[in-house]
């Protein structure tokens, strides 16, 4: 079982930055893959950015160039770091794993993730 905690959400202006946090609990966060994805209102959950346990990224297109993901696996966290924010990205953050140490499932979609954080909102003012 993996509990997850997402912070760093608020409002930003266009072409502001914030970064998000997700603490992930147990032992084996070094080992596993770690995800974040969004909805906005009135549309589905849609991937943004994941990070394998060996280092390897994957972006969005949308976001790629703006957000970076990154782990700390001393501090069992991963930070979405979003920098010229757009009021496109509004929408509530979640972090996600599946938990499952050193797997090569695809991450790029929410069928390879078990474990869902609560969300954080995000909101980017024109």
């Known amino acids: 079982q993996v509990q997850l905690v997402e912070s760093g959400g608020g409002l930003v202006q266009a072409g502001g930055s914030l970064r998000l946090s997700c603490a992930a609990s147990?032992?084996?966060?070094?080992?596993?893959?770690m995800g974040w994805f969004r909805q906005a209102p009135g549309k589905k959950r849609e991937f943004v950015a994941a990070?394998?346990?060996?280092?390897?990224?994957y972006y969005a297109d949308s976001v790629k160039g703006r957000f970076t993901i990154s782990r700390d696996s001393g501090k069992n966290t991963v930070y979405l770091q979003m920098n010229s924010l757009i009021p496109e990205d509004t929408a509530v953050y979640y972090c996600a794993t599946n938990g499952i140490p050193y797997t090569a499932v695809t991450l790029t979609t929410e069928s390879g993730y078990n474990y869902w954080g609560q969300g954080t909102q995000v909101t980017v003012s024109s």
């Open positions: 147990g032992r084996t966060f070094s080992s596993i893959s």
């Open positions: 990070i394998r346990w060996n280092g390897i990224t």
